[in-house]
C-alpha cells in the first residue's frame, strides 16, 4: 500500500476510530491521541498488509491495542459522555428552533445509552455509515447492528416525550467526514471551513450569468470561445480560465470518492445557472452509490438584505448543516433541463420551460425570469440591467463603485460581480452614441480599474430620451452580447422582453411572424 492509497483510508475511518476509541477511554482527548498512534502505526507498517480489503478489521486491532496500552498508564475517570463528536448547534433558522430544541434533548438522552448502542448510531445516524462499512469495521454482523440500533431507538422513544425518536435521528443526520460540498465560490466556501463542517469543500469558480455558455461545458470548441470572450470583456486570463476549468471538472470525476455530496447555493442568477449546470453534470455522472443534496436558500434570519452565503459567518452557515434536502430525480431532470435551455441559442426554449412547473427547484424561476428580461426591451431595447444603471445615473451623478453597492442589492437576483457591472456601464458609455458619460478618473481608458472605483457617471442626453421612452437604445449603437447561449447581435434583435407580459417573444420584424 502507498502513501496516496493510505491518505483516502485516514479520511474515512478517523470518525470510525474516533467512535471506537472514545467507547473505550471515555475521554474525547485521550481517544484523538490513541487514533493519532494508531494511524502512525498502520502507516509504518502499512506494507504488512496483503489484502487491503482487510484494511477495516486490521486497522480496528490497531486501534484497540492503542487504547489498551493507554489504560494500562493510567485509570479511567468516571466521566459523562462526551457528545463532542455531534456537529454544533449554532444559530438556527427560526422555522427550525422547536426542532432543533428537541434535537439537544435527544443528544443528552444519549448519553444514557450503553457504549455500544451509542457507538452503532452514531455512526449510521450522524456519520453516515452504511451496516455494511460499520459490520468491515466493528467485525460485528449487520444483523448484531440492527439488533443494536433497534435497541437504542426504543430506549430513547421510552426516555424521551418524541413520537418517532428514530425518525427525529434521521432527520438530524448532517453527514461525516466522506462528503463533498460545492459552494459558489471562494468567499462561500472559506465560511464553510470556518463553520468546522465535516468533509471536503470545493468553491465552483465560474460566472455562467455572463457570455457564452454551451450545453457540453467540457466541449473544447465552446470552452475556447468563453475564454477568448471572459478574457476580452472581464479580463480574465485565458489559460488561468481554462486550467480552473479542468481541475473542476476532474472533481467531478472523482464523485465515487464521496458519500454524500450536498450543494450549497442561493437564489440568484449567478448561483441558480451554476447549481442548472452542476445537476446537469451530476443526472449523467453520478454513481449509484452517491447520495446528493441540495441546500438552496433565498433569505436567513437576522440578515436584511439577504444578497448570499458570502454573507454569513461560520457560525450561520453552520446552523443549516443538516438542514439540507435530497435531490432526486425531478431536480436532476428539472435542473438538467433549465441548463440546456439556457444554453441554448434559442432563449424560448428557457420561457417555454418556466410557462411550465418548476416547483422542484423553487427558486430557479424567478432567477432564470429575471435573466430573461436582460434581453432587449420590446419599449426601448433596454435591458434589466442597463435601464437600473441609467435610473441610479438620473438621480444623480454618483461614482461607479457607489453605483455599483445600490445596484446589488437593487438587482440582486441577477447575482452580478463589479467585473460585468463595470462591462455594463463601459458599453453603455462607449457605443457610438453614448448613454453614459464618465466624468472623471484619472486614466485614458474608461476600462481601466481605477477608473471604476473613482469614476463619475452622468447620464447624456440620448441616455435621458431613451429612459423616458422618446428614444431607442439601438439608434445609438447595435447590439453584440451575450444571454446564456443565445447572441444577441445587430441593429435588430431577434427576441425582445415584454415588460407588460413579463415574458420574452420572438421579435415579429426579424422572424416574419405576427
Known amino acids: 500500500m502507498e502513501q496516496s492509497d493510505f491518505e483516502p483510508l485516514v479520511r474515512k475511518f478517523t470518525p470510525m476510530a474516533m467512535a471506537i476509541a472514545r467507547e473505550k477511554l471515555m475521554d474525547s482527548g485521550d481517544a484523538e491521541d490513541a487514533v493519532q498512534e494508531a494511524f502512525t502505526q498502520a502507516y509504518l507498517h502499512r506494507h504488512s498488509l496483503q489484502d487491503p480489503g482487510a484494511f477495516p478489521g486490521w486497522f480496528r486491532r490497531i486501534v484497540e491495542r492503542q487504547c489498551y496500552r493507554m489504560t494500562r ?3 479511567l475517570p468516571s466521566a459523562p459522555y462526551d457528545d463532542g463528536f455531534l456537529a454544533a448547534f449554532g444559530e438556527s433558522l427560526e422555522e427550525q428552533v422547536e426542532r432543533r430544541l428537541e434535537a439537544e434533548e435527544l443528544r443528552q438522552s444519549l448519553a444514557s445509552l450503553p457504549a455500544k448502542q451509542r457507538t452503532a448510531a452514531e455512526l449510521y445516524y450522524w456519520r453516515g455509515y452504511s451496516l455494511g462499512e460499520m459490520s468491515a469495521f466493528l467485525g460485528v454482523s449487520p444483523s448484531t447492528l440492527k439488533k443494536r440500533l433497534h435497541d437504542a431507538r426504543r430506549s430513547l422513544r421510552r426516555a424521551m416525550p418524541v413520537a418517532d425518536a428514530a425518525a427525529m435521528l434521521k432527520e438530524l443526520y448532517e453527514g461525516g467526514d466522506d462528503m463533498l460540498h460545492i459552494t459558489n465560490g471562494d468567499c462561500a466556501a472559506q465560511k464553510l471551513r470556518e463553520s468546522g463542517i465535516g468533509g471536503e469543500i ?12 454551451f450545453a457540453d461545458g467540457a466541449d473544447k470548441d465552446g470552452r475556447e470561445i468563453r475564454a477568448h470572450y471572459l478574457e476580452q470583456t472581464l479580463g480574465v486570463p485565458r489559460e488561468e480560465y481554462l486550467s480552473a476549468c479542468e481541475a473542476q471538472e476532474a472533481k467531478l470525476g472523482e464523485l465515487e470518492r464521496f458519500g454524500e455530496v450536498v450543494l450549497w447555493f442561493e437564489h440568484d442568477l449567478y448561483d441558480q445557472s451554476m447549481l442548472a449546470y452542476l445537476l446537469h453534470e451530476l443526472a449523467r ?6 447520495r446528493l443534496s441540495l441546500l438552496c436558500i433565498g433569505e436567513y434570519p437576522g440578515v436584511e438584505p439577504f444578497i448570499g452565503l458570502g454573507q454569513l459567518s461560520g457560525r450561520q452557515l453552520g446552523a443549516l448543516s443538516g438542514t439540507w434536502q435530497p435531490i432526486g430525480k425531478e431536480q436532476l431532470e428539472l435542473g438538467s433541463g433549465l441548463w440546456e435551455a439556457y444554453a441554448s441559442a434559442d ?3 428557457l420561457q417555454r420551460l418556466l410557462d411550465g412547473d418548476s416547483s422542484a427547484l423553487p427558486l430557479a424561476h424567478d432567477a432564470f425570469r429575471a435573466h430573461l428580461a436582460r434581453f432587449p426591451s420590446s419599449r ?3 435591458g434589466s440591467a442597463e435601464r437600473a444603471i441609467l435610473e441610479l445615473a438620473r438621480e444623480g451623478n454618483l461614482a461607479a463603485d457607489g453605483m455599483f453597492r445600490i445596484f446589488t442589492v437593487k438587482m440582486q437576483l441577477l447575482g452580478m460581480g463589479d467585473l460585468q457591472f463595470r462591462h455594463i456601464l463601459n458599453g453603455l458609455a462607449e457605443q457610438p452614441e453614448p448613454l453614459l458619460a464618465w466624468m472623471d478618473g484619472d486614466c485614458d481608458s474608461p476600462s481601466d480599474r481605477a477608473v471604476f472605483r473613482e469614476g463619475t457617471l452622468a447620464l447624456t442626453a440620448f441616455g435621458r430620451r431613451v429612459l423616458d421612452g422618446a428614444a431607442n437604445r439601438g439608434e445609438g449603437g447595435e447590439w453584440d452580447d451575450w444571454y446564456g447561449g443565445a447572441h444577441v447581435a445587430g441593429s435588430r434583435p431577434a427576441w425582445l422582453w415584454d415588460g407588460q407580459t413579463g415574458r420574452l417573444e420572438e421579435n415579429s420584424a426579424v422572424s416574419g411572424k405576427d
Open 202 to 213: 470545493v468553491a465552483w469558480r465560474e460566472a455562467y450569468n455572463h457570455g457564452p455558455v
Open 285 to 290: 455522472r453520478k454513481p449509484e452509490s452517491v
Open 73 to 75: 498508564r493510567r485509570k
Open 380 to 382: 426601448d431595447g433596454l
Open 347 to 349: 432563449p424560448m426554449r
